[in-house]
C-alpha cells in the first residue's frame, strides 16, 4: 500500500516536473508536429537558417479536432493551415515565415484555456481563435490579461470580442438573426414562421433571441417557437408537427447542418414541405456525404461563402482544399482562410516583425486592423469596427438541383 | 388527431430505444456489467453498414449482415480483452471505467477513420409509409420494421433464454457465477456468448437507428446508448419484455414531454418520471424483487 | 488494543496525505517563484485542483459510504451556479474581492449540500445500481434545468423566466444575469492555487476526520454490511444522508472555484461525462483510497495536456493509455493486493499483505 502511494507520488512529483520543464524548452518540436505540415516545415527550415533567432512570426490556432464539434475545428485547422502555406510560399508577412500552431479544445472551454497558455509556452504572438464561441468567452478573457492580439474566424456570440484586443471574421449572432428576419420580412418570402433552435447552444439561441425580437418589428407572424436539446437531438418530429398544425409556410433553422439534415428528412416523411431558411450553419449540408440533394431542395440559407461560387479565388481556394484534404471547404474553413490573410494584411499595415512583444503587436495590430480592408472569400472589402464587428454583406443563396444559387 | 400523431411518433422513437435497451440489458442482466462501450458498438454497426452499402454499393441486406457479424466478432474481441481479465476484480466498478476506455477508443478510431463530417446513412428500409386516417396520420417504414424487429427479437431471446441450453446456463451464471462453475457450465464461454449476441443485436439497432435518423457520426451511438440505459433500468434491469416496455414507454414520454409540456425540457421530464417509477417500484417495471438473506 | 493501533495507523496515514498535498504545493510554489513552471502548468492548477476536489468528494460517497453515483457533475453545476450568480450579485454591495469570493464558497458549498440533501432523502433509499441510474437522472435534471433559467435584473428587481429571455421584459437598464444555454458570463477569475490548495486540505482533514470518528466507523459499517449495522442499531438514514450532504458540499466547492476559474459558465460542461470522468479518477487512484485519487486526478487531468503535441491522435492514445492502466491496476496480482485493502475489508491484516508483496 505504502509502496504503491510512493510510487504514485513520485510520478506525480515527475509528471509535474515534466510539465514544467516540457513548457520551458518545446519549441522547436511543437513546431514540427503541427499536422499537414510539410511544405511549412521545409519553409521554415529554409527561413531558420537564413534569418537569425526568432525571425518567424508565430501565429496559434485553437479549435475542436476532436469530440462533437471537431467537424468546425478541423475545417478550420485545414482551411487556415492552406492560407499559412501559400503565404509562406509567396515570401511571407513582410517577409517573415510565418510559424503555425493548431491546438485542440475538444469544444471545452478549460481545455481551451489550456491549449492556449500551451501556445503561449510554445511562444505564440498571435492568436486566430478559438472555433468555437463558448470557449472563445473564456480565452478572450485570458489573451485581454496578456493583451494578446485575437481574430476568431468563427466564435460569434456578442461576448467573445467583448475586449478591444478582439474581433471576428464571421457575423455576430445577434447580426445574423436580424438579418434573416429583414430578409424573410423584406422578401415577403413568408408570413407565418416556425422556428426550430437548439436551446442548449449559445450560436443556436442567440440568433433565434434576435430574429423573434425582429420578426417582432417587421410584423413576421411567429406560429411555433420549438427548442431541442443536444441531448435529444435525434428526433424532431414533434417540433416538425407542432410548425405544421401551426399552419407555418416557413421554418427558420438557426442550427447547424447535422441536425438540419435529420429534419429535412423526417419533414419529408411526414410530407410537410414548407421553406426552409437557415444562417450560415446550414452550409455544408451539401457536403454530407450520402445526403439526398433532393431533400434540400429549395432551402435558402443567409452564408457568407458558398463553395461552387465562380470567382477566381473562391474557385482556386476550393481546387487547393479539395487537393489537399480531399473533401468541399464549408464556411468555417474560408472564415480561417480569410482570417489568416486578415491577420496578414493587419500585420503589413502595423508593420509587424518578428521580434516585437506580444504587447506591442497587439498595440500595432489593434490600429491597423480598422484600416485594412481587405477581400476575402467571405465578403468582398470587409472593414472593421472598434468594437472588433466586421462590416459584410450576408450573400442568401437558394439550394436549386443540388447547388447553391444566389438569390435576389 | 394530434394525440395519435404523437403517440405514433412516441412509438417509433420508443422501438429505436426498446432495441437497443434489449442488448443492453442482456449484458447488464447476465454479465452484471454496465457496458458503456455498448452505445459505441452501435454506432460501429451503422458505419460498417454505411461503408459496405452506401460507399462500396452492395445491397443492403449484405450490409446489414456484414455489420452483424463484424460486431459480434467486436463485442467478443472486446470482452476477451478489456472485460475478462477484469472480471473477478475487488469491484465492479473496474470493469466499468475499462468499458468507458473502451467507448473513448471505438470513438476515436471511427473519428481517424471516417472523420468527423456527419454522413447521410441511406435507409435499408423499402417498406412505404402508411397513411391513416385521410393521411394525416403517417407511420413510416422504419418505425414498423423497427416495432416488428423489437417484437421478434424480444420473443426470439425470451425463447432462447427459456429453452435452450445455452439460454438457460446464461440464466445460470446472472444468478450465480460460482455455483454455476461448479455445475459445469462454461462461465466464460457463456459471457462470450451474451457479448456476441448483445453485440450482434447493437448492430440491428445502429442500422435501424440510423435508418430512422440518418445522421451518422463517430459520436451518433453514445446519447441513444445512454438513454437506452435508462430504458433497460426503467423496465427492470435484465428483463427482457422489461427493455422493450421501457423503451417504448420511454419514447412515449419524451414525445408526450416535448408536445405538451415544454420542448426545452424533455430530457427532464423523461428523467423525473423514470426517478418518480424507481422511487415507487425499486426494481424497475418488470423487475424481480430479490429477497434479501440475513 | 487492537483498535488504539489502528487509529495511530490512521492518523499517520491521514498525516501522509496531507503532507503530501502540502509537499506538491510548496514545490510548485517554489518552481513559480524560480520561474521553472510553464504558463501551461500555471494554467492547469486551479482545474487540476478542482478535479482533486471533486475525486475525493466523490470518493467520499463511492468508496466510504458505497454508493455508486454517476451525477457528481450535478452538484458541481449547483455550486458553480448559485457562486457565480452570488458573484455576480454582490460584485456591488460588497467592495472587497476577497470577501466576496469567501461568501460565494460559503452560497455554493450550502447549495449544493441542500441539494444533496434534498437528493438524498428519495435517492439513499434505493440501491446498488438503481442509485447510480438515479443520481445519473438527477445529474441530467440539474443540468437541464440550468439550461433554461433565465434571470435578468432590471431597476425594478430580478425577472424569471423558463422560456427565454424576451419574455423577462426587462426595461432598458436591465442586465441579463443567467442567461440560459448561455449561462454566466463575466464571473471575476479570482479563483487561484493558494485558494485552492486550501480548500482541499480543507476537504481532506473534514473527510479524513469523518472516516476515523465514529460517523465514520458507523458509515463504513453500513457499506460493509446494511442489515448487519441496522441491527446493531445504527441510523441507516441519518448517516448515508450526512455523507451523501458532505460529498454533495465539496463537489459544491469544487464547482465555485470552476465558475471564478473562468470567464464563462454554461450548464452543457456539467454533463455526465464530466460525473463518469470524477468516477475514473476514485476508481483508478483506488475506491475509498483518498491519496490514490489525489494522484489519479492529477495525473489524468495531465495526461491528454502532455498528449497535445499528438495533434489528433491525442485522445486515442489517452483511452488507450485509460484501459491500459485499469487492465495493469486491477490484473489479478494486483487484485490479490488489492482485494486486502480496499474498504470491504481494509481494517485486517496490513502487515500480512506487505509481507505478499
Known sequence: MKKFNKIMSAALVASMVMVSMAGCGSSAETATEAPAAGTTAATEAAAETTAADGATIKIGGIGPITGPAADYGIAVQNGSQLAVDEINANGGINGVQIEYNFQDDVHDATTSVNAYNSLKDWGMQMLMGTVTSGPCQAVVEKTQEDNMFQLTPSGSSVECIKYDNAFRVCFSDPNQGIASADYIADNKLAEKVAIIYNSSDVYSSGITEKFTAEAGVKGLEIVSSEAFTADSATDFSVQLQKAQAAGADLVFLPIYYTEASIILTQANTMGYAPAFFGCDGLDGILGVENFDTALAEGVMLLTPFAADAKDDATVAFVTAYEEAYGKTPSQFAADAYDAIYIIKAAAEKAGVTADMSVSDICEAMKPAMLEVSVDGLTGAGMTWSADGEPSKAPKAVKITDGAYAAME | MSFITYLVQGVSLGSVYAIIALGYTMVYGIAKMLNFAHGDVIMVGGFTCFTLSSSMGLPPIVGVLVSIVFCTILGVVIERVAYRPLREAASPLAVLITAIGVSYLLQNVALLIFGSNPKSFTSVVTIPAIKLFEGQVTISGEAIVTLICCVVIMIGLTLFINKTKGGQAMLAVSEDKGAAQLMGINVNGTIALTFAIGSGLAAIAGVLLCSTYPSLTPYTGSMPGIKAFVAAVFGGIGSIPGAMIGGILLGVIEIFGKAYISSQMADAIVFSVLIIVLLVKPTGIFGKKIQEKV | ????????????????????????????????????????????????????????????????????????????????????????????????????????????????????????????????????????????????????????????????????????GMGVDGVMLINGPQGISGTPNVSNFTIAFILIVLSLLIILNLIHSRDGRAIMAIRDNRIAAESVGINITKYKLMAFTISAAIAGVAGVLYSHNLAILQAKDFNYNMSILVLVFVVLGGIGNMRGSIVAAVILTLLPELLRGLSSYRMLIYAIVLIVIMLFNWAPKAIEFRKKHSLKNMLPKKASVKEEQ
Request: hydrophobic share 55%.
Open chain 3, 1 to 168: 488494543m487492537k483498535a488504539k493501533m489502528k487509529c495511530n495507523k490512521s492518523t499517520l496515514s491521514s498525516m501522509i496525505t496531507i503532507g503530501m498535498v502540502v509537499a506538491a504545493y510548496v514545490i510548485i510554489e517554489i518552481l513559480m517563484k524560480a520561474g521553472l513552471v510553464s504558463s501551461m502548468l500555471k494554467g492547469l492548477l486551479v482545474p487540476v485542483c478542482v478535479y482533486v476536489l471533486l475525486a475525493v468528494s466523490l470518493n467520499l460517497t463511492v468508496g466510504i459510504l458505497g454508493e455508486l453515483s454517476l451525477g457528481h457533475a450535478g452538484f458541481m453545476c449547483v455550486g458553480a451556479f448559485t457562486s457565480a450568480f452570488a458573484t455576480k450579485c454582490l460584485a456591488e454591495v460588497i467592495p472587497s474581492k476577497g470577501l466576496c469570493f469567501f461568501i460565494a464558497i460559503v452560497i455554493g458549498a450550502a447549495f449544493a449540500a441542500l441539494f444533496g440533501f434534498l437528493i438524498g432523502i428519495p435517492v439513499l433509499r434505493l440501491n446498488g445500481d438503481y442509485l447510480a441510474i438515479v443520481t445519473l437522472a438527477f445529474g441530467e435534471i440539474i443540468k437541464n434545468l440550468m439550461n433554461v433559467i433565465y434571470l435578468g435584473k432590471d431597476s425594478t428587481g430580478f425577472h424569471l423566466s423558463f422560456k427565454d429571455s424576451m419574455s423577462l
